[in-house]
């Protein structure tokens, strides 16, 4: 067996590495896909410490698949506003987005 301390790792980094894309990057699809890297840190770290707690309590997994249809539809969201920015704007850059609240 895998020991907790590894998927706790590898979970944060999976987070930092979302974090810092979400800070680094003026491309919204970029940062849609940062967001998206952390949210699955969150689900990785969620059921290595369900699986090591509760090993036979399948409450865990539903809950990680429940994260991943919201996220799901935060993407299909997310995707609907950028398209709209880029067919106004020609660009997915979010600084362009500040201009479209006047």
Known sequence: M???????G??????????????????????VMAIELMLNA???NFLAFTRYLYPDDPRGAIWAIFVMTVAAAEVAVGL?????????????DVDAAE???H
């Open 80 to 92: 609907a506003v950028i398209l709209v920015l880029s067919r106004r704007r020609q660009t997915i």
């Open 42 to 44: 969150a689900n990785i």
């Open 10 to 31: 590898f979970g944060v980094l999976l987070f930092a590495l979302g974090l810092y894309g979400v800070l680094t990057q003026r491309s919204a699809i970029r940062m």
């Open 99 to 101: 201009e479209m609240k």
């Open 2 to 8: 895998i020991p907790l301390g590894y998927f706790l």
